[in-house]
């Protein structure tokens, strides 16, 4: 009953299968992280890629997170231009091992989308200065 109400009513299910893939990655992202951590991840991605399991850039990265090489994503996923949900695992993955850190006792925190999102867009201190990845703006 759920799917047929969504199917009939929301306006995305009447438009485009890729309106409907769209709204299907959204829904599933939602479902693996905090309500907070979602958006940071939906704004990643959708400057990343716009939110498309095909896109591809010169520099050879490919999928919704833009994987590079693209052969990193395809020996993971091997249907990576239309399994999302192997890509989001993937990507969710990739930013635990790659945005995380050791404390001073050396325990091993992964990455969240925060820290993600930080190097990527940058961040507020508490004194309200911009920082970025490559000094302070």
């Known amino acids: 009953a759920r799917q047929r109400f969504a199917e009939t009513c929301h306006p995305l299910y009447k438009g485009d299968p890729a309106a409907r893939r769209n709204l299907a990655m959204q829904s599933y992202l939602r479902g693996l992280l905090s309500p907070p951590e979602f958006l940071c991840a939906l704004d ?3 400057q990343e890629s716009g939110l498309s399991l095909t896109a591809r850039n010169s520099g050879g990265a490919c999928g919704v997170m833009q994987a590079w090489p693209c052969s990193k ?3 993971v996923c091997l249907a990576w231009q239309t399994d999302y949900r192997c890509d989001i695992d993937f990507f969710i993955r990739y930013v635990a ?3 995380g850190y050791r404390d001073s006792k050396h325990v091993w925190h992964p990455g969240t989308m925060y820290s993600a999102a930080a190097w990527k867009f940058g961040w507020r201190d508490a ?3 911009w920082h970025r990845k490559h000094g302070i703006y």
Request: proline content about 0%; hydrophobic content about 50%.
């Open 127 to 129: 004194k309200g200065v």
């Open 97 to 99: 091992t790659h945005y």
């Open 44 to 46: 990643i991605l959708r």
């Open 73 to 75: 994503l395809a020996l």
